[in-house]
């Protein structure tokens, strides 16, 4: 049982007894939030239904407060390992699963992943894609992809995760078969756009990666898998200009849908992909 503060701190922590009944230890007058969790199943913070999906704050007042309880939704674990295709080295990255109808995501980060590369995450249970993306330095070398050993969601195999189930062994082998994007930021008088933030979408409009420009204005784009791309380009907001700078896809595009493909060839660099801020 954690108590949390209204700065997100875990202000204290509690265990239940064999019962399921906890007490926490003093705390100061105040509000906070109480989030519930336990091996198997998914947190909970306390008054969560449909009105409240954020739950429902706790308000001390000097007095005991008796009967902040929760009842636990049973978790579906999914397990398994990415590595490279090629050595079988374990990669670190960030995995996303997306439910098939697309509402909803889950998110691990590469701190997540053990040493061997290996990973289990408590889900809410149902069908998921799971895409993972190749953290830096590994990005530079292998490319992302969905399970298993696709690169579109509509490709990917669809993981079926019921209540209480347990699927390991989903083993994601990353490989570098693909190639690069490379050019550069600049304003309409070629002057440096540092620090640009760099998109990249494949064609069915699916985020794939992203990057940032150096303080010269240049990028160079992770590992892509061979294919065709669009690509937004956002001003750092910190810049000189960035208030009057517009993101833009390319090529003096402002929108996905009419954005200029760029075609990746396995083993290649596509150079001079540039855009000029307006």
Do not use: C
């Not at 070629?190 to 998109?199: I, N, P, Q, T, Y």
């Amino acid at each position: 049982v954690y108590v949390i503060d209204p700065d997100g701190i875990s202000f204290v922590t509690s265990r239940t007894d064999e019962n399921g009944q906890y007490v926490t230890k003093a705390l100061p007058s105040g509000t906070f939030s109480v989030m519930f969790y336990a091996s198997g199943y998914l947190q909970t913070l306390y008054g969560t239904d449909s009105a409240h999906p954020y739950g429902v704050p706790v308000i001390i007042n000097e007095i005991d407060i008796y009967g902040i309880d929760a009842a636990l939704d049973k978790a579906a674990i999914l397990a398994g390992r990415v590595s490279a295709v090629d050595v079988s080295e374990p990669v670190a990255a960030q995995l996303v699963l997306q439910t098939a109808d697309n509402r909803s995501y889950w998110f691990t980060n590469q701190d997540s992943l053990s040493s061997r590369g290996e990973f289990a995450m408590e889900v809410t249970p149902g069908d998921y894609t799971l895409y993972a993306i190749p953290q830096d330095p590994y990005n530079q070398d292998y490319q992302g992809e969905y399970f298993d050993h696709v690169y579109t969601q509509a490709e990917a195999t669809v993981l079926l995760l019921p209540e209480g189930s347990f699927k390991n062994k989903v083993w994601v082998g990353l490989d570098s078969s693909g190639g690069k994007i490379t050019g550069r930021t600049t304003n309409l008088s070629g002057d440096r756009a540092e620090f640009s933030l760099v998109v990249f979408y494949n064609a069915d409009g699916e985020y794939i990666a992203e990057t940032t420009a150096d303080f010269e204005g240049y990028y160079t784009s992770p590992m892509l898998a061979a294919g065709s791309y669009r690509l937004l380009f956002v001003p750092w907001r910190m810049g000189m200009d960035y208030t009057t700078w517009l993101p833009e896809y390319y090529n003096n595009r402002y929108s996905l849908e009419t954005a200029l493909p760029v075609t990746v060839l396995a083993g290649q660099t596509t150079p001079n992909i540039n855009v000029s801020f307006a």
